[in-house]
């Protein structure tokens, strides 16, 4: 007759019926996955409760009609409809694209600052701190003071524009101006992060590389647009992404440039999340604000994928 114990007081795994107890290896990988999963919950938990619960909602609501006080019905849809078909949304989205697209253009000032400061010897970090300002600024803050500057009245830009013999505008109260005055304190306000950026990428850049170009007679316009601008492609697409998305989602500036419906020009520089803040907060238009939500979402993520598509063509990463 075989024995049914291997050694002492062990059971033979072998046996049909019976289930081999967990190896000690076994165990503390066991207990390890069990920590992991213990040290990333508060994160996961963070990020349900404060990004995924939010959006699903969001979503859902933009498929009903809800009102201020009770439950919401679900009308299909019915905002998308009303939202397509509204002329307020076709021209927020064209005042967030026109912004987009000038605020964008302050990616190669910042290009063209980064390199300059790096050929600086002393008070890099000076002129770093100086720039980065802004962005550790309050945007409300940043927003009334350039709203101060740019009045069309008693605005610091129209007397320095008069001492010169130009007549001032109403930048912040003419429609024809706002989007461009809001693109240019954009562009100050995101100059600093992106030079930081920028900066990080030029020093990774091999100073061999230029010593090799300068024996071999480059100059430094051919060195910054045959070795700067390639190699540093890759920070400059990091960038654009950025700007993008921070650009399409601009509501502070709007808000507190324009200094609320009394302004003459609110109707023709509303932004897409102004919209949506208008329609949700002012108007109570829950349903309709959240499917304004929705395609800024969808847009931003359409803008993303074709950056990241055509970065294959001009981003090197070699």
Same mark, same amino acid.
Do not use: C, H
């Given at each position: 007759?075989?024995?049914?114990?291997?050694?002492?007081?062990?059971?033979?795994?072998?046996?049909?019926?019976?289930?081999?107890?967990?190896?000690?290896?076994?165990?503390?990988?066991?207990?390890? $996955?069990?920590?992991?999963?213990?040290?990333?919950?508060?994160?996961?938990?963070?990020?349900?409760?404060? +990004?995924?619960?939010?959006?699903?909602?969001?979503?859902? !609501?933009?498929?009903?009609?809800?009102?201020?006080?009770?439950?919401?019905?679900?009308?299909?849809?019915?905002?998308?409809?009303?939202?397509?078909? $509204?002329? $307020?949304?076709?021209?927020?989205?064209?005042?967030?694209?026109? +912004?987009?697209?000038? =605020?964008?253009?302050?990616?190669?000032?910042?290009?063209?600052? &980064?390199?300059?400061?790096?050929?600086?010897?002393?008070?890099? /970090?000076? +002129?770093?701190?100086?720039?980065?300002?802004?962005?550790?600024?309050?945007?409300?803050?940043?927003?009334?003071?350039?709203?101060?500057?740019?009045?069309? *009245?008693?605005?610091?830009?129209?007397?320095?524009?008069?001492?010169?013999?130009?007549?001032? @505008?109403?930048?912040?109260?003419?429609?024809?101006?706002?989007?461009?005055?809001?693109? &240019?304190?954009?562009?100050? %306000?995101?100059?600093?992060?992106?030079?930081?950026?920028?900066?990080?990428?030029?020093?990774?850049?091999?100073?061999?590389?230029?010593?090799?170009?300068?024996?071999?007679?480059?100059?430094?316009?051919?060195?910054?647009?045959?070795?700067?601008?390639?190699?540093?492609?890759?920070?400059?697409?990091?960038?654009?992404?950025?700007?993008?998305?921070?650009?399409?989602?601009?509501? *502070?500036?709007?808000? =507190? %440039?324009?200094?609320?419906?009394?302004?003459?020009?609110?109707?023709?520089?509303? /932004?897409? =999340?102004?919209?949506? +803040? @208008?329609?949700?907060?002012?108007?109570? !238009?829950?349903?309709?604000?959240?499917?304004? &939500?929705? =395609?800024?979402?969808?847009?931003? %993520?359409?803008?993303?994928?074709?950056?990241?598509?055509?970065? !294959?063509?001009?981003?090197?990463?070699?």
């Amino acid at each position: 007759m075989t024995s049914t114990l291997t050694k002492p007081g062990r059971l033979n795994a072998d046996r049909p019926g019976l289930t081999p107890a967990p190896s000690p290896q076994r165990r503390r990988r066991n207990r390890i $996955d069990w920590w992991a999963y213990a040290m990333i919950a508060p994160a996961l938990l963070g990020l349900g409760a404060l +990004y995924l619960w939010p959006f699903l909602s969001t979503f859902f !609501k933009s498929f009903m009609n809800v009102p201020v006080f009770g439950q919401g019905t679900f009308n299909g849809l019915d905002n998308y409809s009303k939202l397509l078909s $509204d002329e $307020d949304f076709w021209r927020a989205l064209g005042n967030s694209a026109l +912004y987009t697209v000038l =605020v964008l253009l302050g990616v190669p000032v910042a290009i063209v600052l &980064a390199a300059l400061i790096e050929q600086v010897a002393k008070g890099r /970090t000076f +002129y770093r701190v100086l720039l980065f300002l802004p962005v550790v600024t309050l945007p409300v803050a940043v927003g009334m003071v350039w709203r101060f500057i740019l009045n069309g *009245d008693f605005g610091i830009l129209n007397y320095l524009l008069s001492l010169v013999g130009i007549p001032g @505008e109403y930048w912040v109260a003419d429609a024809r101006f706002t989007i461009y005055a809001f693109a &240019a304190v954009g562009i100050w %306000m995101g100059l600093g992060i992106n030079l930081i950026i920028l900066g990080a990428g030029l020093q990774s850049i091999p100073v061999d590389l230029y010593e090799a170009s300068a024996l071999d007679g480059a100059g430094r316009i051919r060195q910054f647009f045959s070795i700067t601008l390639p190699l540093l492609s890759p920070s400059v697409f990091f960038v654009t992404v950025l700007t993008t998305i921070s650009a399409l989602q601009m509501f *502070d500036l709007v808000f =507190v %440039m324009l200094g609320g419906v009394n302004n003459t020009a609110i109707d023709g520089s509303k /932004t897409i =999340v102004y919209l949506f +803040y @208008e329609a949700a907060f002012v108007q109570f !238009k829950q349903g309709y604000g959240a499917a304004i &939500a929705i =395609v800024l979402l969808i847009i931003i %993520m359409i803008a993303t994928a074709i950056q990241f598509r055509l970065q !294959k063509r001009w981003v090197n990463y070699d």
